[in-house]
T-cell receptor, first 118, second 114 residues
Framework: SQQGEEDPQALSIQEGENATMNCSYK?????LQWYRQNSGRGLVHLIL?????REKHSGRLRVTLDTSKKSSSLLITASRAADTASYFC??????????????????FGKGTKLTVNP | DTAVSQTPKYLVTQMGNDKSIKCEQN?????MYWYKQDSKKFLKIMFS???????INETVPNRFSPKSPDKAHLNLHINSLELGDSAVYFC?????????????FGPGTRLTVT
């Protein structure tokens, strides 16, 4: 079953602008991860945020997590053409009972396709 | 050095054939995965192995059979290929349990069944 839903499905911005992508999920989680996928390539891990964390930074990336709203956002600041890719959130639960220590699998959302125009 | 490698990168075959995709990771990870990504980019877990032991087997037709000869390798064999099997298949690995560790993905194998 699908857990994460990214919003928007597609986003087109100009270089230098900020890009914000959102992810909503349905059930309790232990962790949430964000991945990037360039066209024709495999996924690349960006950030893992734990359920007891509210915000995490990595370079130009900022991830927030609101467990009360079951949502997360990924902000890319000062975007570059090289940021053009699809971005996916993934959670460690799919609605089944979350056992202590976390689930054995990640459930991915459908992704946001980001286009950064030079 | 490539962390997670898959072969072949492209696979075009006819319905009814049997094919295999190979995956190797040189990260020393304990856990490996197979994912299927459809034409709409939806990525779904198929199998997960931990130290050569199958721990996740999603609702996948039994025409798909994973094999892990050692913890660095996870191969996927598909029997009697069908048109609906056309997709991109990704191998991935992680240090431990899926929810706690980042996953490293291979470049993908684009399977086209005609």
């Amino acid at each position: 079953s699908q857990q994460g839903e990214e919003d928007p499905q597609a986003l087109s911005i100009q270089e230098g602008e900020n890009a914000t992508m959102n992810c909503s999920y349905k059930t309790s989680i232990n962790n949430l991860q964000w991945y990037r996928q360039n066209s024709g390539r495999g996924l690349v891990h960006l950030i893992l945020i734990r359920s007891n964390e509210r915000e995490k930074h990595s370079g130009r990336l900022r991830v927030t997590l609101d467990t009360s709203k079951k949502s997360s956002s990924l902000l890319i600041t000062a975007s570059r053409a090289a940021d053009t890719a699809s971005y996916f959130c993934a959670t460690d639960a799919d609605g089944s009972l979350v056992t202590q220590g976390g689930s054995e699998k990640l459930v991915f959302g459908k992704g946001t396709k980001l286009t950064v125009n030079p | 050095d490539t962390a997670v490698s898959q072969t072949p990168k492209y696979l075009v075959t006819q319905m009814g054939n049997d094919k295999s995709i190979k995956c190797e990771q040189n990260l020393g990870h304990d856990t490996m995965y197979w994912y299927k990504q459809d034409s709409k980019k939806f990525l779904k877990i198929m199998f997960s192995y931990n130290n050569k032991e199958l721990i996740i087997n999603e609702t996948v037709p039994n025409r798909f059979s994973p094999k892990s000869p050692d913890k660095a390798h996870l191969n996927l064999h598909i029997n009697s290929l069908e048109l609906g099997d056309s997709a991109v298949y990704f191998c991935a690995s992680s240090q431990g349990r899926a929810g706690h560790y980042e996953q490293y993905f291979g470049p993908g194998t684009r399977l086209t069944v005609t």
